[in-house]
C-alpha cells in the first residue's frame, strides 16, 4: 500500500526493513518479490523437469530417427546462451509472466534430456528389463519398476540447480526492465527501484541483494546435500 507521507522512513514496528520511495513497506515487498520469483522459478522447472524426462524416455525408448529429431532440436536450443532465449521470447510481452515462463522452460529441458536419454537407453537395454519384455510386462512397467529408480537422484539434483538459475534470470530481467515490471513485486524490479535511493534508504537496495543470494545459495546448499545423500543415488533393481 502506498503511503507518500511515509516515503524512505528507517525500519520500525510497522514496517520491519522500512519504507521505499512510494512508502511501502519493504518486508512486505519482499516477501511478496519471494513469492513470485519462486513459483515461477519452482513451475518453469516442474515443466522442464517433465518435459526434459519424456523427451529422452521417448528417445531412448524409441531410437532410431526420433531420437535424432529429439537430439538435433536439443542442440539447437542448447546452441544459444540459455539467458539470451529467455530474453528474446520476453521480449514479445514485456512485463507479462508466460513469456518469461516460457523461455525458462525452453532453456531448462535439455538438461533433463541430455540427463535422461543416455541412462534409461543402458538401462532398458539391460537384462532386467529384457525379462520383464519377455514376461509380458508394458513401458508404464518398465520404466517406473528399472528406469525411474535409477534417475531419481539426478533428476531432484538438476532441479535444484534449474530453479535457482531460473531466479537469477527473472531477477536480471526484471533488473534490465525487460522482464517483470511494476508493480509487481520481484526481486530484481526492487533493484531497480532502490538505485536512485540507494543513499537516503540503503536498506531497500540491500535487502534484495541479500534475499536473492540467500534463495540461490539455499538451493545451491539442497543440491548438492541431495547429491551426497545415498538415498538419492541411482539405483538399478533387479525384476523378481
Known amino acids: 500500500v502506498q503511503n507518500l507521507q511515509s516515503a524512505l522512513q528507517a525500519p520500525s514496528a510497522q514496517a520491519w526493513l522500512g519504507t521505499d520511495h512510494l512508502g511501502r513497506s519493504i518486508a512486505a515487498r519482499l516477501g511478496e518479490a519471494a513469492r513470485v520469483s519462486l513459483a515461477l522459478s519452482i513451475g518453469s522447472a516442474a515443466m522442464a523437469v517433465l518435459l526434459g524426462t519424456a523427451l529422452g524416455l521417448l528417445a531412448a525408448w524409441r531410437a532410431g530417427w526420433v531420437d535424432r529429431v529429439i537430439g538435433l532440436c536439443a542442440d539447437a536450443v542448447a546452441a544459444l ?7 528474446l521470447l520476453a521480449t514479445l510481452a514485456p512485463g507479462t509472466p508466460w513469456p518469461l515462463y516460457m523461455g525458462l522452460v525452453l532453456t531448462a529441458w535439455v538438461e533433463f534430456f541430455r540427463a535422461v536419454r543416455p541412462t534409461a537407453a543402458g538401462l532398458l537395454a539391460s537384462p532386467q528389463v529384457q525379462a520383464s519384455q519377455l514376461l509380458g510386462f508394458g513401458p508404464l512397467y518398465v520404466i517406473g519398476r528399472h528406469v525411474a529408480p535409477a534417475l531419481l537422484g539426478t533428476l531432484c539434483i538438476l532441479t535444484s540447480y534449474a530453479v535457482a538459475s531460473a531466479v537469477l534470470a527473472v531477477a536480471a530481467l526484471g533488473f534490465v526492465g525487460i522482464g517483470l515490471r511494476p508493480p509487481i513485486a520481484e526481486l530484481g524490479v526492487m533493484m531497480t527501484e532502490a538505485l536512485p535511493y540507494y543513499r537516503e534508504a540503503p536498506l531497500m537496495l540491500v535487502s534484495p541483494v541479500l534475499l536473492l543470494l540467500c ?4 538451493l545451491q546448499v539442497l543440491a548438492r546435500s541431495l547429491q551426497a545423500d545415498g538415498d538419492l543415488q541411482p539405483i538399478v533393481r533387479e525384476a523378481p
Request: proline share 9%; charged share 0%; no cysteine.
Open 215 to 218: 534463495v540461490v545459495l539455499g
Open 81 to 87: 546462451p540459455a539467458l539470451l532465449w529467455v530474453l
